[in-house]
């Protein structure tokens, strides 16, 4: 699944004038302002030219203010009384919800769901119809009978959420949900934590090895499992709702000796906020359990490898592309291939990928689709689908239609709207980050100082090019169209 997490960047929000940009900031500090969706995370937002750069706390499970709209400055913080009282207030909210159970009535509540043989389940309020008046409040809902096997697989009571904004919850295909578990099976782990991934936690639950347990945002799984193997959690600012929360998962890491961690943040969740989430679980684990061995599995895009590349470098990439149920695009049987991958630390080789799509690869000593052809200047299997040719200018394989644009500062494809290139928001010259801006002492990319080459030196405003009438008109025309286009998706997903 693409799980109910989101990291609500406000880039979106941020990014309303040309030049700007917006970064997270980690460590976060201690005693954030909170939200309904947990601690917030410190954001700087940045601006070329003498603009003042901003701090400022956002949610960290919502990228747009419209669904969150938590906007603290770091000069100017809550007292701690205010702090104090926001998060009293949110708590009480949170525990108003229909479907809210608190760990010590859960474990009741659950025997009795999958007991009774007159249970409903209303997918209209995501909530269990239990007593015998209740049907009367839920006169026009979506009501459905439900059975113990029902019970114990959620995702197919639950109406999935599909608000890219927020929660974007697309769960596995059966063909993925399948070669994940078989994956799993075989490398005979004692224990598995599930993080965003409702299916494939349902896949081993009911006693089945290895032991499972699920952290997700979605507080809608709190009616059917029990709080030894259900939390309600934030991926991206690694936070337990209830107070007894982390404990429960130390109980249950207790007795284990084998750890598989995977997880399937939103692609637009940054790296560096997963990645300092997966480092402090793993303290966490090997505060438990120092011997503890510990593989990670992580679901996420191909365009995205360099990301995880830097936080995460022991990552290798699996060439498996992992498809969904619910999505629009990234489905079985469309014409557009997923570009979802799993990166890991488990040695590739290991990983035998179904014999139907995929071939073995004798120099990568790993299975990469049928149509990848291995390059030897990148020295592996590229990534992309149908990627034929090298960029010696990019480092990488790209498509046979693509050429390289020196003004955008990549490959695209042939007919293609040049954008701005990025620039460092400090010194606004091109060719680095902000982050490895060489006028910080002590900025380093990959162990080595970064410098600017002569020929790439220019004046920030001048390196900018304005789009004509004509374009921007053009651009206009194609975004409506894609709006269009992504209602109509939205409206058939709905009627379907």
Known sequence: VVSTQSTGMHVKAEHGREGTGVEVVLPTPPNPP???????????RFAQGDEEHRKFFACSAYRNRKDCSLYVLLDKPWSKSKLKERLAIFQEERKKRKWYVSNSDRSARVQIIRTSDKMQ????????????????????????????????????????????????????????????SKLISGKKFSHLLCVGTPRIH?????????????????????????????????????????????????????????????????????????????????????????????????????????????????????????????????KKGNSTKSPVRIYTDQPLSEIELPDDNYKHCEKCASGVPKEVIHCAKCGCCPPINRATKHCVKCERCVRDHYLHCDLCEGCRPSVHHCKSPSVCHRCQQPGHKRRY?????????????????????????????????????????????KNKRSQEVNEENKSG
């Open 437 to 481: 801006c060489p006028l910080v002492t002590g900025n380093t990319l990959n162990g080595a100082e970064q410098t600017i080459p002569e020929e790439k030196k220019t004046d920030g405003k001048s390196y900018f090019t304005l789009s004509t009438e004509e374009e921007k008109k053009s651009l206009r025309k194609e975004r409506k169209r």
């Open 202 to 330: 349902e896949m081993f639950s009911g006693g089945k090895k290895p032991k499972s347990m699920l952290l997700d945002l979605d507080d809608r799984f709190v009616q059917f499992y029990p709080p030894t193997v259900f939390q309600h959690y934030n991926m991206s600012s690694n936070f337990f709702f209830e107070e007894d929360g982390e404990k429960y998962l130390k109980m249950f890491l207790k007795k284990s000796k084998r750890l598989a961690l995977i997880l399937d943040p939103p692609f637009g969740a940054l790296a560096r906020v997963i990645d300092n989430s997966i480092d402090q679980l793993k303290a966490l684990v090997k505060e438990v359990n120092p011997d503890i061995e510990i593989i990670v599995y992580w679901i996420f895009p191909y365009f995205l490898s360099k990301h995880i590349s830097e936080v995460q470098p022991t990552l290798k990439m699996c060439h498996y592309m992992v498809e969904y149920d619910n999505h629009p695009v990234f």
């Open 121 to 180: 389940f209303c997918q209209t309020c995501s909530n269990f119809v239990i007593e015998p008046d209740e049907p009367g409040f839920h006169t026009d809902h979506t009501l459905v009978k439900t059975n113990y096997k029902a019970v114990t697989n959620p995702s197919t009571l639950i109406r999935a959420l599909t608000s890219n904004e927020g929660n974007a919850q697309y769960l596995f295909s059966p063909d993925t949900t399948d070669f994940i």
């Open 34 to 44: 909170h939200c309904v969706h947990g601690p917030a995370l410190l954001f700087e």
